[in-house]
């Protein structure tokens, strides 16, 4: 790697092992906690790359890329944030960040990134628009710092200024509909209709021609497509072939098999084709588990800016909240959480609580479609198909082998503690490993160990 390596962030941590990493791989390396400092630097021709973080003593790193763009438009900047939301990837993606990785990054990524960007001779960026995506979006509860979420961040940042059309399949309460309302509201078209389609607008001859009336070129969305009958599917192909250079941006949702429908003759195969042309899956809470602390904190304090007096859970109900199986998903963590802060006689949302509430809501199956018979590779598979497919035809990251290794180790040697009372002699002896090699990997994957509950 060669080059000049501009680094920003208030964390001095984060400069150091980036520095480090930085001059062991050939670079020079000039590193800041202050974006005056760095913008500096720009204006006097310094650097090849720019990594930055985004929220910064003197500004945010992302309101400085228009202004790096006009000064040199060949250099790469990498955007890094601790703010995991899909907001910071579109926004990234909006202000022409060459790249965007989420705190905590994993560093042989950011170094492959970094030599991908020094090796690349960019071209000068497209013009920017002067008018910014609405914040209304950062009130969506699309939030996670889990692997999947952000995949999915990107992935949306990636296709929503094309005119692709989109699938976008999952559960039943993952938020397929936030993400179709996303991509039209931070696109090109944000200015224009989104119209959701439903079965009586399309039972009328004259229902697509109407419906292509009120879009005016902004967006589509057929939402739960497969839920349409045959004459409905006809009528859908016949006004996507009918399309103009002008046509609308066409999106669809769907929570059952397209395929498995299509190869069985409910669906039609012209009409699965034509939708798509990127599909886009949404995780559901039991493939993103570490998410739900968060998303139910999101929840909180929603609720509170609507007016419902403030809670907060104790840890053992938030732990509750974190291993149940949502079988409704986001939408079902959203409810309880709001009828908890309802319902809940003290500040503290306790244990017994979320107990009482949950008792009378159904449990399911740990991965959709699956039982309990399945095998442990059938489900790693299910869970490895999905993440190549969020890519939408291009190759996830290099480094998938160590990414997939800890998301599989992790959660081993966690539940593996708790099954042992945090004994880590029993621990080391049930995982069949030595007990030093155990150790280092408790504080590689920084685990807590925590005596076991007794289980209510």
Same mark, same amino acid.
């Given at each position: ?11 001095? *941590? ?7 990493? %930085? ?6 390396? #000039? ?12 204006? $006097?021709?310094?650097g090849d790359l720019v990594?930055? /973080? ?7 790193? %992302? ?6 763009? /006009? ?22 993606? $909006? ?29 000068v960026s497209k013009p920017?628009?002067?008018? &910014? ?8 509860? %699309? ?54 389609? *439903? ?11 109407? +419906?292509?009336? @009120? ?20 009528? +859908?192909? @016949? ?13 669809? *949702? ?8 299509? &190869? ?8 699965f084709y034509r939708l ?10 039991? $493939? ?17 800016? /609507? ?38 006689? &003290?500040?503290?949302?306790? #244990? ?12 399911? &199956? ?16 299910? #869970? ?6 969020? #890519? ?11 990414? +997939? ?8 040697? $966690? ?21 030093? *090699? ?19």
């Open positions: 790697m060669d080059g000049t390596v501009l680094v920003a962030d208030d964390d001095r *941590t984060i400069r150091t092992v980036l520095t480090q990493a %930085l001059t062991r791989a050939g670079c020079k390396v #000039h590193a800041t906690s202050s974006l005056t400092t760095l913008m500096r630097w720009v204006g $006097e021709g310094k990594i930055s /973080d985004v929220m910064m003593p003197d500004g945010n790193g %992302l309101e400085m890329l228009p202004a790096i763009r /006009d000064q040199r438009p060949s250099l790469p900047v990498i955007i890094i944030s601790a703010q995991n939301t899909i907001m910071t990837a579109i926004q990234a993606t $909006e202000a022409d960040a060459y790249d965007y990785l989420p705190k905590p990054f994993d560093l042989p990524d950011l170094m492959k990134r970094a030599a991908r960007a020094l090796d690349r001779k960019r071209v920017h628009s002067a008018e &910014e995506p609405s914040s209304e979006g950062s009130d969506l509860p %699309l939030v996670g710092r889990t692997p999947a979420m952000q995949d999915l961040y990107r992935l949306v940042a990636r296709v929503m200024n094309t005119d692709l059309s989109v699938m976008i399949t999952g559960e039943n309460g993952t938020g397929k509909s936030l993400i179709a309302r996303a991509i039209h509201d931070f696109s090109d078209r944000r200015n224009l209709p989104l119209v959701t389609a *439903t079965p009586s607008d399309l039972a009328a001859m004259e229902g697509p021609a109407t +419906i292509l009336s @009120r879009a005016r070129g902004g967006s589509i969305l057929f939402d739960e497509v497969s839920d349409l009958d045959g004459d409905a599917q006809a009528r +859908i192909v @016949r006004m996507l072939d009918s399309l103009t250079d002008d046509a609308p941006r066409i999106l669809a *949702t769907s929570q059952q098999d397209l395929m498995a429908k299509m &190869e069985s003759g409910a669906f039609r195969q012209d009409l798509c042309g990127v599909t886009v899956n949404v995780p559901s809470l039991r $493939e993103r588990v570490e998410d739900i602390p968060l998303l139910t904190q999101h929840f909180l304090l929603k609720a509170e800016r /609507d007016g419902t007096p403030s809670r907060q859970f104790s840890k053992d109900a938030l732990e509750l909240v974190r291993t149940y199986s949502w079988p409704g998903n986001v939408r079902q963590l959203e409810n309880t959480v709001r009828r908890l802060m309802v319902t809940a006689a &003290e500040d503290e949302i306790r #244990h017994k609580d979320v107990e009482q509430v949950l008792g009378s809501q159904p449990e399911t &199956e740990p991965l959709m479609g699956g039982t309990t018979a399945d095998k442990l590779s059938a489900s790693v598979a299910l #869970h490895l198909r999905r993440y190549f497919d969020l #890519h939408g035809g291009v190759l996830p990251p290099p480094g998938l082998y160590q990414r +997939i290794l800890r998301e599989v180790e992790l959660p081993l040697m $966690e539940i593996a503690l708790e099954a042992t009372g945090g004994n880590q002699a029993k621990c080391a002896d049930l995982l069949g490993i030595n007990r030093n *090699t155990l150790r280092k990997k408790v504080t590689d994957l920084d685990i807590r160990v925590t005596r076991r509950r007794k289980l209510m």
